[in-house]
Nanobody, 124 residues
């Protein structure tokens, strides 16, 4: 059974940091590009960071570049998102997702598997 389970969300003040984790099981994690998305109710889902299967390549949206760092531990089958210098506009539910085998994408439609999300709330 495929599972992606996010953790690490919470409430922090602006300028603070959080580290999200995503534990994967039930599929060949080390072969998949992984992406973090976020969504605010009423707004489009946004892909914010992706990482290649081996971890050597990463990409960030302009909205988080320089503040967020995506990483992965293939031995532990875990994906991470280190979020620093958080802003109120970073408030959202954050989801991890596994891309269709052989592809890397920020498009939600290109994902095979999704977690249920973890809520991040940043207060000013």
């Amino acid at each position: 059974q495929v599972q992606l389970v996010e953790s690490g969300g919470g409430s922090v003040q602006a300028g603070g940091s959080l580290r999200l984790s995503c534990a994967a099981s039930g599929f060949t994690y080390s072969f998949r590009c992984m992406t973090w998305f976020r969504q605010v109710p009423g707004k489009e889902r946004e892909g914010v960071a992706l990482i290649s299967p081996g971890g050597s390549s990463t990409w960030y949206s302009d909205s988080v570049k320089g503040r967020f760092t995506i990483s992965r531990d293939n031995a532990k089958k875990t994906l991470y998102l280190q979020m620093n210098s958080l802003k109120p506009e970073d408030t959202a539910t954050y989801y991890c997702a596994a891309a269709t085998g052989g592809s890397c994408s920020l498009r939600g439609g290109a994902m095979d598997y999704w977690g249920k999300g973890t809520l991040v709330t940043i207060s000013s």
